[in-house]
């Protein structure tokens, strides 16, 4: 982390706060079906908004400690350069990601939900730079059933089934 992470993520911490508090209360404007079950319309976009606002809450706490460590006094340590040192890398970095995100909605139709988000849990994977062995297979294939599981067993969303599964 850089003495500027801090107030980035201050600022970015209260912009989501902000847009919580605002996405929640526009959540009031969903009109109730008479088809509605005991959770209501409303019910996943309120519990979306206090995940947002808790991410909010995250970042703020985050920018307090790193703002309060950073004015702490420090021992002078030699490090390795990492990525984050680099100015040009975040661009490659989040075109990769987006890369990624486009591969994911081309590949679900044809391959399928369960498939197509192992594929991508092990791509990004990869690309983060995990090892290409069986520890990282079975960590993608397993966080595509966790998130099958999730989404359609748990919440009842239905995904994609794909051409070929």
Known sequence: MTDRTAPKDLAGGLAVLAIAILYYLFIGDIAE????DDVGAGGLPRI???VLAGFGVVLVAR???EGALARAPKPIVATAPSRDDDPIAP???ALGFLGF???YV???PIIGYLPA???LIGAIALFEGAAANWKTALIAAGGAVGYWAIFVKLLGVRQPSGWFF
């Not at 079906?33 to 509605?36: D, G, H, I, T």
């Open 117 to 119: 988000i192992a594929l």
């Open 63 to 65: 920018a307090i400690i």
């Open 91 to 93: 661009l490659p970095r």
């Open 106 to 108: 081309v590949l679900v």
């Open 101 to 103: 995100g486009a591969a």
């Open 33 to 36: 079906s008479s088809l509605a």
């Open 48 to 50: 979306l908004a206090f």
